[in-house]
């Protein structure tokens, strides 16, 4: 039990830090968008009016915002089984593999024994 109690705590240990480091990442992503926002701002407004500035950084969320929700709505293609395999048994736990095997084994003692008698 020792061992099933340290392998669960590496997976939240690991687990936590990915997540801290993700979290960190889009933190990070959404200050570097503000920046580079501000800096198009400046420059449209200097080159081009205060109206072109609005237009152009408009649109250009817009846009993303659309490719993203797009992507979103594809799924993940990689994951889904094709068509022409057989669906694949999933993995089990190893837990669950375990008690399956001791049930695997009552089950063939009681029958060895009601064999015996």
């Known amino acids: ?21 993700s979290v960190m990442g889009v933190v990070f992503g959404l200050a570097g968008l503000g920046f580079l ?6 420059l449209l407004a200097t080159h081009e009016g205060v109206l072109m500035a609005y237009t152009v950084i408009g649109a250009l969320y817009l846009v993303l915002g659309f490719c993203l929700m797009a992507l979103g ?12 395999d057989p669906p ?6 190893p837990l669950v593999q375990l008690a399956e095997g001791f049930a695997m084994g009552m089950q063939a003692g009681r029958a060895m024994r009601e064999r015996r008698d």
């Open 37 to 42: 926002t501000v800096a198009l701002w400046i």
């Open 73 to 84: 709505a594809q799924g993940g293609g990689a994951n889904e089984p094709r068509r022409a």
């Open 1 to 21: 039990m020792p061992g099933f109690l340290s392998t669960m705590s590496a997976r939240l240990r690991h687990a936590a830090r990915a997540t801290a480091f």
């Open 88 to 93: 694949s048994e999933p993995t089990k736990d």
